[in-house]
């Protein structure tokens, strides 16, 4: 069982950029299939950003040029690197790690930490 925990959000401007991170406890890198969620509040949870286990990267049109996703198998951290931030950004972001890219059904889940953008 993989534990995941968040860190790096906080409030920033739009325009502006943050970097989360999500400490694994053990390898995630070619094991799992390692994901960025947010859920704003009154709004479903929707997928941001994804690595499979063969390294593929894929992104949420939305923030597709904005965002990076990528992994340091030194460290066992997976980031978000976000940039250009816009209001509609906000919310709380969530890892999650699977043996398969499920979504949503991701079998484990950090704690969370809140992005919030202010116009």
């Known amino acids: 069982r993989v534990r995941l925990e968040e860190s790096g959000g906080g409030s920033v401007q739009a325009g502006g950029s943050l970097r989360l991170s999500c400490q694994a406890s053990e390898q995630t890198s070619g094991r799992y299939c390692v994901a960025w969620f947010r859920e704003a509040p009154g709004q479903e949870r929707e997928g941001v950003a994804q690595?499979?286990?063969?390294?593929?990267?894929s992104y949420l049109r939305s923030v597709e040029g904005r965002f990076t996703i990528s992994e340091d198998n030194t460290k066992n951290i997976l980031y978000l690197q976000m940039d250009s931030l816009k209001s509609e950004d906000t919310g709380m972001y969530y890892c999650?790690?699977?043996?398969?890219?499920?979504?949503?059904?991701?079998?484990?889940w950090g704690q969370g930490t809140q992005v919030t953008v202010s116009l």
């Open positions: 999650a790690a699977d043996r398969r890219c499920v979504g949503l059904g991701s079998d484990f």
């Open positions: 690595i499979a286990r063969d390294g593929s990267v």
